[in-house]
């Protein structure tokens, strides 16, 4: 089971890289992007999940921290209209990987969006605020984003739902969405 666990986080991790090392032109060349690529099915709405609240908060918190330890602003809330999308996200365990389809969600939240970046992590047990921080800062493009003081806008979903990437069974997913509106 733990080798399980790994495996979904080594592809959450992977994913991420993909997005923030490799650069908006490099994967809208590779995916395609535009009009005639659909974005991920997510649903319409999904309600935050009360047992979840503290570990949401918790992140945030941890996330701050990072930033501030690392010369970068802390944020000074979360964005209620992105941890709603990020709830949506989490609730199939995935999240947009093109650059473009990803900004276009999150401009349709924010009104406006110059550039978005993502953290998925998954498990099947409720994780720890000190879990997460460590796979995402256990990858440099995750490392990057976070740090990155022109990120004006966190959101942050953890819900049950879908294993990532069709994985068998409930997980506990964890979507962070950053946004430089």
Not at 26 to 55: C, R, T, V, W
Not at 144 to 154: L, V
Request: hydrophobic share 40%; with cysteine.
């Amino acid at each position: 089971m733990n080798r399980g666990k790994h495996l979904v986080s080594a592809i959450g991790l992977a994913l991420c890289a993909i997005l923030l090392l490799s650069g908006c032109d490099l994967i809208m060349g590779l995916f395609g992007g535009g009009n005639d690529q659909d974005p991920i099915a997510i649903p319409d709405s999904e309600s935050a999940n009360p047992a979840y609240s503290g570990l949401e908060t918790d992140v945030f918190d941890a996330v701050n921290a990072d930033r501030t330890d690392h010369s970068a602003a802390a944020f000074a809330s979360r964005d209620s209209s992105l941890d709603a999308l990020a709830r949506r996200y989490a609730k199939v365990g995935a999240c947009d990987t093109v650059p473009k389809n990803l900004e276009d969600r999150v401009k349709s939240v924010l009104g406006s969006c110059s550039e978005a970046a993502y953290f998925l992590f998954s498990s099947m047990n409720a994780p720890s605020a000190n879990t997460m921080m460590t796979s995402w800062l256990s990858n440099t493009g995750g490392q990057i984003a976070m740090r990155n003081a022109a990120f004006t806008k966190i959101g942050i979903g953890i819900v049950d739902g879908a294993g990532p990437n069709g994985v068998p069974g409930t997980y506990v997913n964890t979507i962070v969405l950053l946004a430089k509106p």
